[in-house]
């Protein structure tokens, strides 16, 4: 066996493929679909042409083999249908009550409800300011931050209120540095 595999030309396709190592000296055929059922029609073509097998489906009795085999297996063509045992389960009731410890109540429930799927660089960079990289917490910050932006520019629902850092101002005035940071 040699160390270097050997590229090999497909019998259907004629494109070159590296055959499998197991079986590199008989494998003419590269593993796409298409190929591998023109190997599998050539070695039927190729077992029927023997001289023994050339009647294995033909006379008398062949046709009684035929007959009792199917006796023997009635219903064998017929569809098959797929068994679920052990896979069905009860549905369970959604726990909509349940909360993550991290992340204060939203009616946003996740991340990509809210913003993922718009804009990723948007979720990047409060995670880069934060510092968290779960999702819980990025939504968190990320809903605080469209409430203050709707604050500033006037579009706060009525009764959501706002909670403010020691650098801005109340609403209305204008944002000045404490003095003691001065």
């Known amino acids: 066996m040699s160390l270097r595999p050997t590229r090999r030309k497909c019998r259907c396709c004629s494109e070159f493929f590296v055959p499998d190592y197991r079986n590199q000296d008989r494998q003419h055929y590269c593993s796409k679909p298409d190929c591998r059922l023109a190997s599998k029609q050539a070695?039927?073509?190729?077992?029927?042409?023997?001289?023994?097998?050339?009647?294995?489906?033909?006379?008398?009795?062949?046709?009684?083999?035929?007959?009792?085999?199917?006796?023997?297996?009635?219903?064998?063509?017929?569809?098959k249908t797929r068994s679920l045992k052990g896979q069905m389960t009860a549905?369970?009731?959604?726990?909509?009550?349940?909360?993550?410890?991290?992340?204060?109540?939203s009616p946003l429930r996740t991340l990509q409800d809210y913003c993922l799927a718009k804009d990723p660089g948007f979720v990047g960079l409060l995670s880069?300011?934060?510092g968290a990289t779960l999702?819980?917490?990025i939504a968190a910050t990320?809903?605080?931050v469209v409430e203050q932006g709707r604050h500033i520019?006037?579009?706060?629902?009525?009764?959501?209120?706002?909670?403010?850092?020691?650098?801005?101002?109340a609403p209305g005035?204008?944002?000045?540095p404490h003095p003691a940071q001065l």
């Not at 190729?46 to 023997?72: H, I, K, L, S, T």
């Not at 549905?91 to 109540?105: D, E, F, G, I, R």
């Not at 005035?173 to 000045?176: I, N, P, Q």
Request: with cysteine; net charge positive.
């Open 43 to 79: 070695s039927q073509q190729r077992w029927v042409r023997q001289p023994a097998n050339r009647d294995y489906f033909r006379g008398p009795e062949n046709v009684e083999r035929v007959r009792a085999w199917r006796q023997a297996h009635p219903g064998y063509w017929k569809g």
């Open 91 to 105: 549905p369970q009731p959604l726990n909509p009550k349940q909360v993550s410890c991290n992340a204060t109540p």
């Open 128 to 130: 880069m300011i934060t």
């Open 135 to 137: 999702q819980e917490d």
């Open 142 to 144: 990320a809903q605080r």
């Open 153 to 169: 520019l006037g579009l706060n629902l009525p009764g959501t209120r706002l909670v403010y850092d020691l650098q801005t101002s």
């Open 173 to 176: 005035g204008s944002a000045a």
